[in-house]
């Protein structure tokens, strides 16, 4: 079983527009980083975001690189601070590959929680970016890779120039 955890891309300011939507540059980021994930054929049987439209706005995008054929879903308990423990009982019966596009701290805290039951933050979330956690035999979790928005625009812009 696979977790891919995303955070939102950056989105404008309240002050702009109060339901923050994502900006021209978070998009561009969310894009950069479907281009990128569109190679590694990830299959994914569920697509939660928490409702907040930039979060919504992140999972449309991705959905369309991703081996997916199910419905996207506002699903709670993926707000900034929301509790994990909610969240980590669904994913300990799920047993199927899921993506959550959510927020910070609330990201942070399920990678850390979910790799050591502990709150120490592990993870260095920016906005645009993408932890796959895996889950083996034993119940454990481990992360397997991680993407920022920095290094998927730097490996599309040298492939694009090679």
Not at 6 to 17: D, N, R, S, Y
Not at 106 to 111: A, C, E, H, P, S
């Amino acid at each position: 079983m696979k977790v891919y955890l995303v955070q939102h891309g950056p989105c404008v300011e309240k002050t702009v527009a109060p339901e923050q939507p994502l900006s021209n540059e978070g998009m561009q980021q969310i894009e950069n980083l479907r281009q990128f994930i569109s190679f590694l054929n990830l299959e994914v049987h569920h697509l939660w975001h928490s409702g907040k439209l930039r979060a919504k706005q992140t999972a449309e995008i991705l959905s369309s690189s991703l081996m997916f054929g199910g419905m996207i879903e506002a699903h709670e308990g993926l707000a900034p601070m929301d509790a994990v423990e909610p969240i980590e009982k669904i994913l300990e019966q799920l047993n199927q590959n899921i993506m959550l596009v959510g927020h910070m701290p609330f990201m942070g805290n399920l990678v850390t929680k979910l790799l050591t039951n502990t709150k120490k933050n592990l993870v260095s979330f920016v906005p645009g970016t993408i932890v796959c956690l895996e889950q083996n035999e034993q119940h454990e979790w481990h992360i397997q890779w991680m993407l920022t928005p920095d290094i998927a625009k730097k490996v599309l812009l040298h492939n694009i120039s090679h």
